[in-house]
């Protein structure tokens, strides 16, 4: 027994983006091998004389059809005559068209869970040979998704691999908001990791530090060059300058390519320099967002979970072991960063702050 096999599909109707499987048809079966297969199982079955009844049946069930009766055959299918139409009211005529009457066909529970039970699925790889990126990661810190301008930049994936003195291939860091930048150092570039350090670009403001990446390779010497471009956004440290002090400057934080900032921090109080991380959950049961400060590494040390429903001034709790007891916000646009957050980053955004007393 062969297998069904299938292979992930991009799904453009979603945002944020998903992939759906889809069965890639080995072939296309008909009357001929339908005769020979049965005939082979069942040699007492001549395969000429199946090859000739089996249109004969089809041409009966259509007939059955056109004389308004239903065709079931038990346990396998049902062919259904049926129209479509709108009509304004009861008494109305049909509408005035060629594709009013339809045919359908349905399956029958046992048919399908026989073939439920039965098939095994084969995975493919996706149609189109293209650069695939499926983690980039900050060497440094040992975070997904940061763009850190001291570290080196991870990409994992397949088919990564290009020729890295050909000018119509490459890696480029791109603002969501501006600027653009082809990657020119490298470490290691492999079909299935390359390692750089980033050239990141400068954006029009200090809290648009939001970007996308995107690989470049040409697979053969005359092939036409292809893009990858990767699923999720990269985000670069911000600096919080003077928090602590009287009047510190506002920071505009958790924010994407938009002129003014979705939040800013305003103040708050540190005894010392600190790396630590915000971050925003999203919460679609109860339709919040929830804030909470953490340090720098996964399943780490995190403060009090503050809701947020609204814009508003909020304070976010330090964590144990923190020198930042608590940093002061300001949600400036709710709306935008619950649009921000549902379509780009799956339901969680974080922002790693570097505080800085002075």
């Not at 040979?129 to 499926?134: H, S």
């Not at 600190?274 to 590494?297: A, C, G, T």
């Amino acid at each position: 027994m062969t297998t069904i096999q299938w292979r992930p599909q991009v799904n453009a109707l979603t945002k944020p983006q998903s992939y759906r499987p889809q069965v890639v048809p080995r072939g296309t079966s008909g009357y001929d091998k339908m005769a020979a297969d049965i005939s082979t199982a069942n040699p007492v079955y001549n395969a000429d004389l199946l090859r000739s009844v089996a249109p004969l049946i089809m041409n009966w069930i259509q007939q059955e059809l056109i004389n308004g009766w239903r065709v079931t055959f038990e346990d396998a299918f049902t062919f259904n005559p049926s129209l479509t139409g709108r009509m304004a009211r009861p008494d109305d005529p049909l509408p005035d068209d060629e594709e009013l009457l339809e045919v359908n066909v349905y399956a029958s529970r046992p048919f399908v869970q026989a073939v439920r039970q039965q098939a095994k699925l084969e995975r493919l790889p996706m149609n189109e040979k293209l650069p695939l990126i499926t983690s980039a990661e900050d060497t440094k810190l040992k975070l997904a998704d940061v763009l850190n301008p001291a570290g080196l930049l991870r990409l994992t994936g397949s088919n990564l691999y290009f020729e890295e003195d050909d000018p119509d291939c490459g890696c480029v860091i791109a603002g969501t908001q501006s600027g653009e930048i082809k990657q020119s150092t490298f470490g290691i570039i492999s079909n299935s990791e390359i390692l750089l350090v980033p050239d990141i670009p400068a954006q029009a403001h200090p809290w648009n530090n939001e970007y996308t990446l995107s690989l470049t390779a040409q697979y053969t010497e005359h092939g036409t060059s292809r893009t990858g471009i990767y699923r999720r956004r990269l985000r670069s440290p911000l600096t919080v300058p003077g928090l602590g002090a009287p009047n510190p400057p506002a920071t505009g934080i958790l924010t994407d390519d938009h002129a003014t900032s979705h939040v800013s921090i305003d103040g708050g109080s540190t005894s010392a320099n600190e790396r630590l991380r915000v971050q925003v959950i999203q919460d679609l049961m109860e339709e919040r967002l929830i804030f909470s400060l953490i340090d720098m590494k996964e399943d780490g040390a995190k403060g009090a979970e503050i809701i947020v429903p609204q814009n508003g001034e909020y304070i976010l709790p330090g964590f144990a072991g923190s020198a930042v007891s608590s940093i002061e916000i300001t949600v400036n646009n709710y709306a935008a960063l619950w649009e921000m957050i549902r379509s780009n980053y799956q339901g969680r955004l974080v922002d790693v702050l570097d505080v800085m007393v002075l």
